[in-house]
């Protein structure tokens, strides 16, 4: 049984395709499955080693090297590399273990099959890789030196904006801001100015479309 479920995750394996119609689904599904693992680690390692590890490394050298050029990219650049792997290992221990998020699914070939068209296929996980992504490259690009620290200093930039972006802006806008507005509205109309230019959206009343 286990080498069954080490061979459902194995990353060379490929699709059945007489199972399966839809074009997405993924060639190596395993592949998919242990890559997504080896990121989501990776990812986590470079906003943990920026946000929470770097700085404290920063303060017990006595604040002799720079912070966001030395130490960030030093710390998080370790941490974007182990926590790769250590997910890839993580995926396999999993399986070898039989444990998961869903242990009646088990990690059979078709369950595998499943788990990484659903990734392949969730919008979220897609645009949170494709911003650390991004940031990844934009760290390198703009970097005089080294590969990895700055790597992991852009993931872990692009990871921000992505919850920044798609989390922290809507809520703002669909939550916070309605209730601050008409107080706001109130006051600026009381110092004379035009409250009907604080739109979030749309034409504000009394302008022409």
């Known amino acids: 049984m286990t080498e069954e479920r080490m061979a459902a995750v194995?990353?060379?394996?490929?699709?059945?395709?007489?199972?399966?119609?839809?074009?997405?689904?993924?060639?190596?599904?395993g592949a998919v499955f242990l890559n997504h693992m080896g990121i989501k680690t990776a990812t986590l390692g470079a906003v943990a080693g920026c946000l929470v590890l770097a700085p404290l490394s920063w303060m017990r050298g006595g604040r002799k090297d720079a912070l966001?050029?030395?130490?960030?990219?030093?710390?998080?650049?370790?941490?974007?590399?182990?926590?790769?792997f250590?997910?890839?290992?993580?995926?396999?221990?999993?399986?070898?273990?039989?444990?998961?998020?869903?242990?009646?699914?088990?990690w059979t070939n078709e369950?595998?099959?499943?788990?990484?068209y659903r990734l392949v296929n969730n919008k979220i996980c897609q645009d949170m890789n494709n911003c650390a992504g991004a940031?990844?490259?934009?760290?390198?690009?703009?970097?005089?030196?080294?590969?990895?620290?700055?790597?992991?200093?852009?993931?872990?930039?692009?990871?921000?904006?992505?919850?920044?972006?798609?989390?922290?802006?809507?809520k703002l806008r669909t939550e916070v801001w309605p209730r601050v507005k008409p107080q706001l509205s109130e006051a600026l109309t009381s110092m004379g100015v035009d409250?009907?230019?604080l739109t979030t959206g749309g034409t504000a009343s009394g302008k022409k479309k």
């Open 10 to 29: 194995y990353p060379l394996r490929r699709v059945d395709r007489s199972k399966y119609s839809d074009p997405e689904m993924p060639e190596f599904p």
């Open 68 to 84: 966001i050029k030395t130490v960030m990219p030093r710390v998080a650049g370790k941490l974007l590399v182990g926590g790769y």
């Open 86 to 106: 250590t997910g890839v290992a993580a995926g396999y221990a999993m399986a070898v273990a039989d444990k998961g998020p869903n242990p009646k699914a088990g």
């Open 111 to 116: 369950s595998v099959d499943d788990r990484a």
């Open 135 to 170: 940031g990844a490259v934009a760290g390198y690009m703009t970097a005089s030196s080294g590969l990895f620290g700055p790597m992991a200093v852009g993931v872990a930039g692009g990871t921000l904006a992505y919850f920044f972006s798609h989390k922290a802006v809507p």
């Open 195 to 197: 409250a009907n230019s």
